[in-house]
């Protein structure tokens, strides 16, 4: 049986009303994975926990287990990220990559690679950062991490090495004689891009600079990709992105 | 536990009430059933009117009886308005009896998580109705979380190319506690909220 006491680190991913004064938090854990926590009486003015377990929080969190959900019972503040709050569109971006991760890690395994994307992206976006190749960074790495990787490196189909195309339906890059109908060209520089994209740490994404038809290309292929493996439509907070 | 079918249904309706668990939903039930049944009734009675007398202002949202008690008010002032989440802040706004100016209820707030966005919120009826009418001052009253103040924000910025006076209420200490426990964003917001004395 696993103890009722226990603490983790976490972000808070999305907060809902719980009945009168209650809030429900869906926290990304260094240590516990995803879940979703009841924070008492958050609602209220006067309310100790509400500050803490507002979004884009990053503290230390003390839990009991309940019936149906973790109780919070604790909490210390590390960093809040107030750019979210002050700039409508950076909370729009905040909340896109906050969905992504809610709905691409199932929670039940600690997925410390992703704690650490998304605590260094909400960090990023403090910065002036280049938001289009952060989220497509974030995006990659997000499916990579869920173990979705986009198979890019030779033809998905027969493993040819000269690879020309991306084809959303099949997840990966094609060759020249196996190409489908619904497959895209795909420039090597564009690969390149991507490859960079998966593997360098998102505060070197500033660094890259794509000519504007390597975007219009990784833009095709990140939502091609993400596609494949979850309905785009069903990210709500996708439709309030600007420039991306 | 084996109940009479019409106590059943009664607690099960008071449980879908909000913060109304079993047990407090099956002491409302036998609160009832002792009763006087005119009382009973008009308890239904009032829950009846309630729901088919009250609805909300096309003009500011709130809820209103017939006329708006807000916008037909000739005492109030016209030319201020206050912006709030839900029907409910405006009673509470009422409450502190320090407010006379008109009002808006958004009926929510920016909530991309939700698929909420402006045109959910009717901000383009917001801005027509600041627009059109005398309001030369805007008070922004969103609750103080990120969904608020994001909220806030953006209403700030569509209000601009109007050229009226925009504020947010200010969110301070709450009262009757100890500064002590106040975490670093209230009281920041406190200090900056601050007034001469
Ligand atoms: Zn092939
Ligand atoms: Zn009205």
Same mark, same amino acid.
């Given at each position: 049986?696993? &103890?009722?006491l226990?603490?983790a680190e976490?972000?808070?991913?999305?907060t809902?009303?719980l009945g009168?004064?209650?809030r429900?938090?869906?926290?990304?854990?260094?240590?516990?994975?995803?879940?979703e926590?009841?924070a008492r009486?958050a609602?209220r003015v006067k309310?100790?926990?509400?500050a803490g377990v507002d979004l884009?929080?990053h503290?230390?969190y003390?839990?009991h287990?309940?019936?149906?959900?973790p109780?919070?019972?604790? @909490?210390?503040?590390? &960093?809040?990220f107030?750019?979210?709050? /002050?700039?409508?569109d950076l909370?729009?971006y905040g909340?896109?990559f906050?969905e992504?991760?809610?709905?691409l890690?199932?929670?039940?395994?600690?997925?410390? &690679?992703?704690f650490?994307?998304?605590? /260094?992206?909400?960090? !990023?976006f403090?910065e002036?950062?280049?938001?289009? !190749?952060?989220?497509?960074?974030?995006?990659?790495?997000?499916a990579? =991490?869920? $173990?979705y990787?986009?198979?890019?490196?030779?033809?998905i189909n027969?493993?040819?090495h000269?690879?020309?195309?991306f084809s959303p339906r @099949?997840?990966?890059?094609?060759?020249?004689?196996?190409r489908?109908?619904d497959?895209?060209?795909i420039d090597?520089?564009t !690969? =390149?891009?991507i490859?960079?994209?998966? &593997?360098?740490p998102l505060?070197q994404?500033?660094?890259?600079?794509p000519?504007?038809n @390597?975007k219009?290309e990784?833009a095709t292929?990140s939502? $091609?990709?993400l596609?494949?493996?979850?309905? !785009?439509?069903?990210?709500?907070?996708?439709?309030?992105l600007?420039?991306s | 536990?084996?109940y009479p079918g019409?106590?059943?249904?009664?607690?099960?309706m008071?449980?879908?009430? +909000?913060?109304?668990?079993p047990k407090t939903a099956?002491?409302l039930?036998?609160f009832?059933?002792g009763c +006087?049944?005119?009382?009973?009734?008009?308890?239904a #009675?009032?829950?009846?009117?309630?729901?088919?007398?009250?609805?909300f202002?096309?003009?500011?949202g709130?809820l209103?009886?017939d006329?708006?008690?807000?916008?037909s008010?000739a005492?109030?002032?016209?030319h201020l308005?206050?912006i709030?989440?839900?029907p #409910?802040?405006?009673l509470?706004?009422e409450r502190?009896g320090q407010?006379?100016?008109?009002y808006h209820?958004?009926h929510?707030?920016?909530?991309?998580?939700d698929g909420i966005g402006?045109?959910e919120?009717k901000?383009?009826q917001?801005?027509? #109705?600041?627009r059109?009418?005398?309001i030369?001052?805007v008070?922004i009253?969103?609750?103080?979380?990120?969904?608020g103040d994001?909220?806030?924000?953006?209403?700030?910025?569509l209000l601009k190319p109007?050229a009226v006076?925009?504020s #947010?209420?200010?969110?301070g200490l +709450?009262v009757?506690g100890?500064i002590?426990?106040?975490?670093?964003?209230t009281l920041s917001r406190?200090l900056e909220?601050r007034r001469?004395?």
């Amino acid at each position: 049986m696993k &103890e009722k006491l226990f603490k983790a680190e976490g972000l808070v991913l999305r907060t809902r009303v719980l009945g009168e004064a209650d809030r429900l938090i869906t926290l990304l854990t260094r240590e516990e994975g995803k879940f979703e926590a009841v924070a008492r009486g958050a609602r209220r003015v006067k309310s100790k926990l509400a500050a803490g377990v507002d979004l884009f929080t990053h503290g230390r969190y003390t839990f009991h287990r309940g019936k149906t959900w973790p109780i919070i019972t604790g @909490q210390d503040t590390i &960093e809040r990220f107030n750019w979210f709050r /002050e700039n409508p569109d950076l909370y729009a971006y905040g909340l896109y990559f906050s969905e992504l991760t809610d709905r691409l890690i199932s929670g039940e395994e600690p997925c410390p &690679e992703i704690f650490d994307h998304l605590l /260094e992206a909400w960090s !990023l976006f403090g910065e002036d950062v280049d938001r289009f !190749l952060l989220s497509r960074s974030f995006e990659l790495k997000l499916a990579h =991490a869920a $173990g979705y990787s986009p198979h890019l490196v030779s033809c998905i189909n027969c493993g040819e090495h000269h690879v020309t195309a991306f084809s959303p339906r @099949q997840g990966g890059m094609l060759c020249s004689r196996c190409r489908t109908a619904d497959a895209i060209n795909i420039d090597r520089g564009t !690969l =390149a891009l991507i490859r960079r994209l998966v &593997e360098a740490p998102l505060s070197q994404v500033g660094l890259l600079r794509p000519l504007s038809n @390597q975007k219009k290309e990784l833009a095709t292929v990140s939502a $091609g990709f993400l596609t494949y493996y979850l309905d !785009l439509g069903e990210i709500k907070s996708r439709l309030f992105l600007k420039d991306s | 536990m084996v109940y009479p079918g019409a106590l059943k249904k009664l607690v099960d309706m008071f449980c879908r009430f +909000p913060g109304v668990g079993p047990k407090t939903a099956q002491r409302l039930a036998f609160f009832l059933l002792g009763c +006087p049944r005119e009382e009973v009734v008009a308890i239904a #009675r009032a829950m009846v009117e309630a729901k088919d007398r009250l609805s909300f202002c096309p003009v500011c949202g709130s809820l209103a009886e017939d006329e708006c008690p807000y916008c037909s008010d000739a005492g109030r002032d016209h030319h201020l308005l206050c912006i709030v989440q839900e029907p #409910r802040d405006v009673l509470i706004l009422e409450r502190s009896g320090q407010y006379k100016g008109l009002y808006h209820v958004l009926h929510g707030a920016l909530s991309p998580l939700d698929g909420i966005g402006p045109e959910e919120l009717k901000l383009e009826q917001l801005v027509n #109705r600041i627009r059109d009418t005398g309001i030369e001052e805007v008070i922004i009253a969103t609750n103080p979380n990120v969904e608020g103040d994001a909220t806030a924000g953006y209403l700030a910025g569509l209000l601009k190319p109007l050229a009226v006076m925009v504020s #947010r209420i200010a969110f301070g200490l +709450p009262v009757g506690g100890d500064i002590e426990y106040a975490d670093d964003l209230t009281l920041s917001r406190a200090l900056e909220g601050r007034r001469e004395m």
